[in-house]
């Protein structure tokens, strides 16, 4: 094959490779655009759904924001699933593996409930929390 012949070559095969890419990413995307966690990292996804249904009481919102509609939850009468007075919490630490996110927190009484810490573990895909485990706990005073 002469010079020219491979050149032209590699230029089809470039031009074959970025359309196949376009056309993946216009036509097949892999998120959901309205979520609004899609570009973010999971832990920054987390990080703003404690912010809203803790920090600012507004659980509800949150919930509808930031869970998946087929979410599974395995706590859901927390305080953080609905509206109403900020709830105190102090977190303790944030692992992200993946995406999971494990949150280990102190939620403060609030709202006629008592403290309690928890470890609450994450799932999220596509920019949304699709699960959330709840693990009762003790820290050490």
């Known amino acids: 094959m002469s010079r020219n ?25 892999r998120w959901d655009w309205s979520a609004p966690g899609v570009g973010k990292l999971p832990r920054d996804i987390i990080a703003q759904f404690m912010d809203q249904a803790y920090d600012k009481g507004q659980g509800g919102t949150a919930q509808q924001s930031y869970f998946a509609k087929d979410a ?4 859901p009468a927390a ?25 280990i927190h102190r939620i403060g009484p609030a709202r006629g409930n008592p403290q309690l810490d928890v470890i ?19 820290f050490a005073q």
């Open 5 to 29: 012949s491979l050149k032209l070559l590699s230029i089809g095969i470039g031009l074959l490779f970025t359309a196949a890419v376009y056309y993946t990413m216009h036509y097949n995307p």
């Open 72 to 75: 599974m939850d395995n706590a």
């Open 79 to 103: 305080d953080d699933r609905r509206d109403g007075a900020p709830v105190p919490h102090e977190i303790r630490d944030v692992i992200a593996q993946g995406m999971t996110v494990a949150v």
């Open 120 to 138: 609450d573990v994450f799932r999220i895909k596509d920019g949304r929390i699709v699960r959330r485990d709840r693990y009762p706990t003790r």
